[in-house]
């Protein structure tokens, strides 16, 4: 009996020196353990009590063996002690690898995020709109400090932007588009009695629409989206009304509508 506790003792001993040894000798204590239990007491055992014993014997086998396979499939290089290495340039050549392969994935992420970000850079529109989304967030104390949570705020603003323009576009009239484009070729902006001239020439060619309209009603939907504004008696264009036009030419719609 001492023989074999030396024996076992030894072993545990060998086993014990890396991380995969002591994953085997805990896998033998616990079966072996169990399986004395059962074998010295099955018969004043109640089947009610059997049972778990039973159960685990057959499952503990094929539960070890699906862990002993994700370790060996995705932790291979952790199971090893620095001595079963045939030397220590291959140990130092392990662990070089894994510090390049956690870099990689991080520059992979990075990457990917980078990319995910592009999306919509090029409109400050979008950029209004996500520091909106973000002073939301923080008046609700909630956290978007993440990378999933910018690349998400983003595509929200975008989504956000592009509703907006798309909306502007299906209401604002043709007439209305060339004046935007007037208005953008003109830092100082156009004074009203040159705007009251243009609508005139709309309203000429659209009697039947525009008879009872006059410049202020013309203007006032664009006031109202904020894409112009009034200073001193002259229009100019806004930066939301540059952002429009710009969609507008991202987007291939038409400038030419009714109206």
């Given at each position: 009996?001492?023989?074999?506790?030396?024996?076992?003792?030894?072993?545990?001993?060998d086993l014990s020196r890396n991380p995969l040894g002591i994953i085997?000798?805990?896998?033998?204590?616990?079966?072996?353990?169990?399986?004395?239990?059962?074998?010295?007491?099955?018969?004043?055992?109640?089947?009610?009590?059997?049972?778990?014993?039973?159960?685990?014997?057959?499952?503990?086998p094929v539960l070890v063996l699906l862990l002993f396979g994700w370790l060996v499939s995705?932790?291979?290089?952790?199971?090893?002690?620095?001595?079963?290495?045939?030397?220590?340039?291959?140990?130092?050549?392990?662990?070089?690898?894994?510090?390049?392969?956690?870099?990689?994935?991080?520059?992979?992420?990075?990457?990917?995020?980078?990319?995910?970000?592009?999306?919509?850079?090029?409109?400050?529109?979008?950029?209004?709109?996500?520091?909106?989304?973000?002073?939301?967030?923080?008046?609700?104390?909630?956290?978007?400090?993440?990378?999933?949570?910018?690349?998400?705020?983003?595509?929200?603003?975008?989504?956000?932007?592009?509703?907006?323009?798309?909306?502007?576009?299906?209401?604002?009239?043709?007439?209305?588009?060339?004046?935007?484009?007037?208005?953008?070729?003109?830092?100082?902006?156009?004074?009203?009695?040159?705007?009251?001239?243009?609508?005139?020439?709309?309203?000429?060619?659209?009697?039947?629409?525009?008879?009872?309209?006059?410049?202020?009603?013309?203007?006032?939907?664009?006031?109202?989206?904020?894409?112009?504004?009034?200073?001193?008696?002259?229009?100019?264009?806004?930066?939301?009304?540059?952002?429009?036009?710009?969609?507008?030419?991202?987007?291939?719609?038409?400038?030419?509508?009714?109206?």
């Amino acid at each position: 009996m001492t023989e074999y506790l030396s024996t076992f003792a030894n072993s545990a001993k060998d086993l014990s020196r890396n991380p995969l040894g002591i994953i085997a000798l805990f896998i033998v204590l616990v079966y072996g353990f169990v399986c004395l239990l059962f074998g010295f007491s099955a018969d004043s055992l109640q089947s009610e009590e059997r049972t778990p014993l039973v159960w685990f014997v057959v499952l503990f086998p094929v539960l070890v063996l699906l862990l002993f396979g994700w370790l060996v499939s995705r932790h291979h290089d952790k199971l090893y002690a620095p001595s079963d290495y045939r030397d220590d340039k291959s140990f130092l050549a392990t662990l070089q690898q894994a510090t390049l392969n956690k870099a990689q994935g991080f520059s992979d992420n990075e990457k990917n995020v980078n990319e995910l970000m592009e999306y919509g850079k090029d409109f400050e529109i979008i950029a209004d709109q996500e520091r909106r989304i973000e002073a939301d967030l923080s008046a609700k104390n909630m956290n978007f400090s993440g990378d999933t949570s910018k690349v998400l705020i983003r595509h929200l603003a975008a989504a956000q932007v592009i509703n907006w323009f798309e909306t502007n576009y299906n209401t604002i009239f043709g007439s209305q588009i060339a004046l935007l484009r007037k208005l953008q070729g003109s830092e100082e902006g156009i004074n009203l009695e040159d705007i009251d001239k243009y609508f005139n020439d709309v309203k000429a060619e659209y009697p039947e629409i525009y008879k009872t309209w006059d410049t202020k009603q013309y203007l006032a939907y664009l006031k109202d989206t904020r894409v112009i504004e009034e200073i001193k008696q002259r229009i100019k264009i806004t930066r939301i009304g540059v952002e429009f036009l710009k969609l507008l030419s991202a987007s291939g719609y038409t400038e030419r509508k009714a109206l």
